[in-house]
């Protein structure tokens, strides 16, 4: 099993836009093979600071996670309206 | 319910220090009142970057258990071995 930390950073006039297509992803996401976990935090301390954090079966099912259209689709238009790091790959260790 | 993430850094030549100390911390924080999860994750890319993920039922839970006598032991060896970055607390958006 594999976790992924994606944060993003959005600003406040595009949020209500961004948690739209973030809803879509997620409700879409949690739908494919091997998607343990699916879930879009916010940080207390700053509502523009976002952070996505998945949890796949395995490294494979996350790389069909990212050829699927709705994952396409939807990573575009958000690229419109946040700033997102890197995905950064975990193991679980205890 | 409230996530908490603290990212952490650790001297390769510390890491087999450190993974005790976090076992302790996981297995004694796991037993508290209010600890939904408490993971210890590492980045695939880089085993020296750990990353604590929790989740707990309110942040007077989270509290207490910042004042527990185990957080404060372990956490003040760990300081010893690691470079820990502040905690930050997130909500469930989706």
């Known amino acids: 099993m594999i976790r992924v930390v994606v944060p993003a950073t959005v600003p406040v006039s595009a949020l209500p836009r961004a948690l739209e297509l973030y809803r879509e992803l997620v409700e879409e996401t ?16 700053d509502p523009t600071r976002l952070l996505l954090v998945e949890e ?33 790959i975990y193991s679980k260790v205890l």
């Open 30 to 45: 949690r739908t494919e093979t091997g998607c343990i976990s699916y879930e879009l935090l916010q940080r207390a301390d």
């Open 56 to 88: 796949w079966e395995s490294r494979a099912h996350l790389d069909a996670h990212t050829r699927t259209p709705h994952f396409v689709r939807l990573v575009a238009l958000l690229d419109e309206v946040e700033h997102a790091e890197p995905a950064v």
